[in-house]
């Protein structure tokens, strides 16, 4: 249980400085959280999309 803790914090840090980055790189400045609701929505799209794909769905 802790070790699946570990990972999943670790996760996190990665995910939170890859967007800071990608922010920091980005040509328009929008704000943290607008980025963060845009990308975990494309992400989403794939994992739906995915989960049809499995089901055979699509």
Known sequence: MAAEKKVET????VSIF???????????????????TVIGLHLMSYVSLAYGIYKGYV
Do not use: E, G, P, Y
């Not at 670790?10 to 840090?13: G, H, Q, S």
């Open 18 to 36: 890859l967007m800071v980055v990608i922010r920091k790189k980005a040509k328009t400045k929008r704000s943290f959280a607008n980025m963060i």
């Open 10 to 13: 670790t996760v996190d840090i």
